[in-house]
């Protein structure tokens, strides 16, 4: 298995580029299962959920090619309807094929999604979305199984217990988009990868108003063409990255990152006492040591994201006071806590809050990845603290950054990959 061995200390310095947005192009890659025609889409960061959902086209009988930064899905019609357990066990993005594949080939057999590393994961508001546009779903042997025999437009108010879904949406405006009549959506997700999902949809011919709203009305077409596709860049790649130069006290510039898709990180950042300048070409952050405490509250777009929970605390660990963390989406993603305590940090959890005391240092350790934002937020810790970590389990990494240590490595970062 793959690891990181990071010394710390170096000092981050330089410009990056932004990559295009994971959370994006999987569900709008699974968008192209509505349309039987080519689609291009362009900007496609090569890791490895993104290398999962091409494998997960090709089982459903649509080649999914890369060609430099961009995937090509072949032409071609969908030659089985069923997203199997050994892929959907490494994926949980791969319930985004249950909305198209229900609207295109009349049914969609998706492995239920099991719990994963950062708590319980319903799909409750899929389901109760599509049932809505008149899918009969039955789960059994594991599977969700959803049939129809025509999908027609519905209202649907589409909020659970933490506020808004960005996948529910994502599947419930996919499957609309082919629906007989108008659908409207009510309390849709408003984050950014939803509105690049709406805006991909637009570009094959879809009929969506309010894109960016928590309404979107969707008045069904008969089909959809191919389209050659821009992915935004990845906010959350952006953030951390941004959060590791804040944490080594350096200075770097991301190129292609979106100001206006980060508001409240970049406030946060500034708050915490760094300076951040932005404009057309990216995003600067000057790092100044050390940090101010900050409260944060994890909420819905365009509310602190929950990816970037983990990656923040890092630099809220060696912050000058204490600082409160609250997690709303996801109130058990804290694995990252003990492994930063094990750096040296000073936390202490109750229940879904966090309360972190700022430490002078952190301490180099061997410590483990749980999830992807978690491992990279001990790479951040790692990049800080003195003296040498080894980050294992990176695979969890290697899921949602590409080519994470070549990035951080030509920033001055002393960061090497080593298979233990
Ligand atoms: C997306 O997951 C992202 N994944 C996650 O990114 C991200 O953490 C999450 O949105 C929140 O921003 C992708 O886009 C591929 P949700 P998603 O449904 O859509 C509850 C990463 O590290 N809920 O918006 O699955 C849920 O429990 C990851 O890149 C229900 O109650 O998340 C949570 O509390 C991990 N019922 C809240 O809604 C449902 O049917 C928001 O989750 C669905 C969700």
Known sequence: MDAFSIEGQKILRGETEAAGSKNASLPILAACLLTEEECVIENVPD??????????????????ERDGRNIIVRAGSATSVEAPYDL???????????????????????SFPGGCAIGDRPIDLHLKGLEALGAEIEITHGYV?????????????????????????????????????????????????????CNFLVAMGARIEGVG????????????????????????????LLAAAACTGGEIFVRGARADHLGIVLESFQKAGMQVQSDAEGIRLASRLPAKPLDIETLPYPGFPTDMQAPMMAL??????????????????????AEFNRMGADIKLDEHIARVRGVKKLEGAPVMASDLRAGAALVIAALAAEGTSLVRRIYHIDRGYARLEEKLESLGARIMRVTE
């Not at 890791?47 to 649509?62: A, F, H, K, P, Y």
Request: aromatic content about 2%; some cysteine; proline content about 3%.
């Open 47 to 64: 890791l490895r959920d993104v290398r999962t959902m091409q494998r997960l086209l090709g089982i459903l009988g649509r080649a999914a």
């Open 88 to 110: 959907v066990s490494t994926m949980r993005a791969s319930i985004s094929v249950l909305g198209p594949l229900l609207a295109k080939e009349g049914e969609a057999k998706v």
């Open 213 to 240: 709203t928590s309404t979107l009305t969707i008045t069904g077409v008969s089909r959809l063409h191919g389209c050659r596709y821009r992915i935004i860049p990845d906010r959350i790649e952006s953030g951390t």
């Open 316 to 337: 809220l660990a060696c912050a000058d006071g204490t600082s409160i963390v609250t997690e709303h989406i996801y109130p058990e993603r804290y694995i990252h806590v």
């Open 145 to 197: 199984h959803a049939r129809s025999r025509g999908l027609a437009g519905a209202n649907i108010y589409l909020a659970g217990p933490n506020g808004s879904s960005v996948l529910a949406t994502d599947n419930v405006m996919m499957a609309a988009a082919l629906a007989e009549g108008v659908t409207v959506i009510q309390a849709a997700a408003l984050e950014p990868e939803v509105v690049d999902a």
